[in-house]
């Protein structure tokens, strides 16, 4: 399986170039543009009780693709935001990913879900995906990925922090402890605490989810 | 009248400037600023309204406005809703075909009728109606994201909706689901339009849908 | 205290670096990370004295909140704007003032006054009634921009769309309206809402309108 990253910017496509025998499986809604020598399979992965946890949980689509070609093509992946888009090969080690990070992989990466927040009023917490197992793994954030070295302690909103290393310790836990700041979901943050680096993302989307709030449609009652 | 564009390739937008006499199409909600001189009309494209009623049409954009300037030098900056590549392309009686949301603006001897999709493209989350873009002048349009151009040689390719920006009219093309019906509608593609043949494909590296998508999540 | 523009044109944010004891204050909610050393205090500005109401979501409706960041030993703080495009910057000197339009106020130095003012009509910027920030006092001014930021000369009278203005000095007149005469159709101008300016004095425009955007995301979301 050979990719490259194409448009290097703030839009990039991710382009696969699948050989007979390769898999990629991707989040559903990624595909772009294929070669129609290939065959995309829409399916629930590792199982539905895994899948319904990864899918429900992590805010991830429960349906995964799987893209195989028997004759070899080219696939376009993008994600639904702009920003970028980064290739890690993964050998072993653990990297935990934001929900909305997660793009594409191969067959022999396991991509996990678990929650860990704030108990109480808002369920604000992170929904975090865990990647294991080998082989390329795909993810994206929203804007531009910046890399942080932590030595110690450092503090990220829980909106920018897109990817870490699992060797790093973290809590989420609220900003100011004054009790104005409960008005607001964003004022959460996370705290991290060892060696290890934290990848975060120069915009946010529950800052914009937040923002576009007042252009949603109205429910009407009744 | 001249026509710069700024901004590209992240944030593309038209700085005009138009003297008495010159005249643009812009769409609709596309037009940022303008001197004092401008005279704006509103027009529907491709003539009478068919039957499906006038709310779906005006989701589809496809009303413009037609500028037109009473004195020298008035300016008129015209910029797309979402951010991404605006292009220009030079029309000397040849023929585009182009997603209605990727046209941003033309000059008088352009020519935009309606072509409908068919049945299937009302399900596609992109509307119903293509453009065809005749006739000679200038034609500027935007991408969301950045434009990538595949030439087809008697080969196929499959396209989400989402991600078209115009093509050739000799190639043939054919809206479809992805496989079977469990892959249509669970896929998160929903509908994709094949195209095979000989000519050039534009596509963009994002989607309305797919930003929508992705920020349902954080709703 | 440093400021530094981060990050390509696309999705610029600002690093503020702090030695003890300094200050900055920005919009609340606006912080991307920042070092351990720094404490981040939540303060309010109020419309009228009385209850908020259980907001979930701060719209710049009733109160206006920022962010106190203090240093009790060396540290950093970057801060990120909403939608993707330039960060604005500006160093104010004492002369003039500025009021950050529809949202666009991201941050500034602790000896700059902020004084939110309501303008009363919904809709006119973005989704919600906004208020604009008038900031007066010397050091760094920060601001938000959607795409591309150009600074305007004016020199007589300007007119743009309410949905292009980041910023604009204070010295400025400037009316707020639906767009007439020969902009007559407001629906295909946008909303319509226009910003008059007169007099001499500088704006900063963007090249992208927040309320089409706006509008074309919005009803494509679970409604609310």
């Given at each position: 399986m050979q990719y490259e990253i194409q448009c290097a910017g703030s839009f990039p496509v991710l382009e696969i170039s699948l050989a007979p025998g390769d898999t990629l499986v991707s989040e559903a809604?990624?595909?772009?543009w294929m070669d129609t020598t290939v065959d995309c399979k829409t399916a629930a992965r590792g199982g539905v009780g895994a899948s319904l946890k990864r899918g429900i949980l992590g805010g991830e689509s429960f349906f995964q693709n799987s893209y195989t070609s028997s004759t070899g093509g080219k696939v376009a992946l993008v994600p639904g935001q702009p920003g970028e888009i980064r290739a890690t090969e993964m050998d072993g080690q653990k990297l935990m990913l934001e929900r909305g990070a997660y793009l594409a992989s191969g067959p022999d990466v396991t991509i996990n879900a678990n929650f860990k927040g704030l108990k109480g009023?808002?369920?604000?917490g992170m929904f975090v995906l865990e990647a294991t197992g080998s082989g390329p793994m795909f993810w994206n954030g929203y804007g531009d990925i910046h890399e942080v070295q932590v030595e110690g302690d450092y503090i990220v909103d829980n909106g920018y922090a897109v990817a870490w290393d699992a060797s790093l310790d973290y809590n989420v836990q609220?900003?100011?402890?004054?009790?104005?700041?409960?008005?607001?979901?964003?004022q959460l943050v996370m705290r991290f605490h060892g060696h290890g680096r934290v990848w975060t993302q120069s915009r946010s989307p529950r800052s914009l989810s937040a923002w576009v709030f007042p252009f949603r449609r109205v429910k009407s009652k009744g | 009248m001249q026509a710069d564009i700024a901004g590209?390739?992240?944030?593309g937008h038209l700085k005009m400037r138009l003297d008495r006499g010159d005249s643009v199409y812009v769409e609709s909600g596309a037009m940022s600023a303008m001197d004092d001189r401008i005279d704006v009309q509103i027009k529907l494209l491709g003539g009478f309204l068919p039957a499906v009623g006038r709310k779906l049409l005006l989701n589809e954009s496809l009303l413009v406005g037609r500028y037109s300037s009473g004195a020298p030098d008035q300016r008129l900056s015209v910029s797309p809703a979402i951010p991404g590549q605006v292009l220009h392309k030079s029309m000397q009686g040849d023929t585009v075909m182009m997603q209605a949301g990727s046209f941003l603006a033309c000059t008088d001897g352009i020519k935009l009728g309606t072509v409908f999709g068919g049945i299937k493209a009302l399900f596609s989350g992109e509307g119903m109606f293509f453009l065809k873009v005749t006739g000679n002048g200038d034609l500027w349009y935007n991408a969301y994201g950045s434009i990538v151009e595949k030439e087809l040689n008697g080969s196929e390719l499959t396209v989400d909706t989402g991600h078209i920006v115009g093509w050739e009219p000799s190639l043939n093309w054919e809206i479809r689901g992805m496989g079977n019906l469990m892959s249509t509608i669970f896929s998160g593609e929903g509908l994709v339009m094949r195209f095979s043949g000989t000519g050039k494909v534009w596509l963009q590296t994002r989607s309305v849908g797919g930003l929508v998508n992705w920020l349902r999540g954080y709703c | 205290m440093k400021t530094e523009i981060i990050g390509r044109e696309a999705f610029q944010s600002i690093k503020v670096t702090l030695s003890p004891g300094e200050q900055f204050v920005s919009e609340a909610g606006k912080m991307v990370r920042m070092s351990t050393s720094l404490t981040n205090e939540v303060e309010s500005v109020k419309k009228s004295g009385g209850f908020l109401g259980g907001l979930k979501r701060m719209l710049g409706g009733e109160a206006f909140f920022f962010s106190r960041y203090t240093a009790q030993s060396e540290g950093e703080v970057v801060l990120a704007p909403t939608l993707p495009g330039n960060v604005g910057f500006r160093e104010l000197d004492g002369t003039r003032g500025w009021y950050c339009a529809g949202g666009s106020y991201l941050g500034s130095g602790p000896e700059i006054k902020t004084e939110p003012k309501w303008q009363g009509m919904k809709g006119l910027f973005s989704g919600e009634s906004m208020v604009f920030i008038h900031a007066t006092g010397i050091g760094p001014l920060v601001m938000d921009a959607f795409g591309t930021v150009t600074e305007e000369m004016v020199d007589g009278s300007f007119t743009v769309d309410t949905g292009h203005v980041v910023a604009f000095e204070d010295c400025l007149d400037y009316t707020i309206s639906k767009a007439g005469g020969s902009w007559f159709n407001s629906w295909l101008a946008g909303e319509g809402f226009v910003i008059r300016f007169s007099g001499q004095g500088k704006v900063l425009v963007q090249s992208h309108n927040m309320k089409e955007f706006g509008a074309v995301i919005g009803p494509k979301l679970p409604p609310r």
């Open positions: 809604g990624a595909m772009a009023l808002f369920a604000e609220r900003s100011s402890k004054k009790v104005r700041s409960f008005l607001f979901g964003d | 590209n390739p992240d944030f | -």
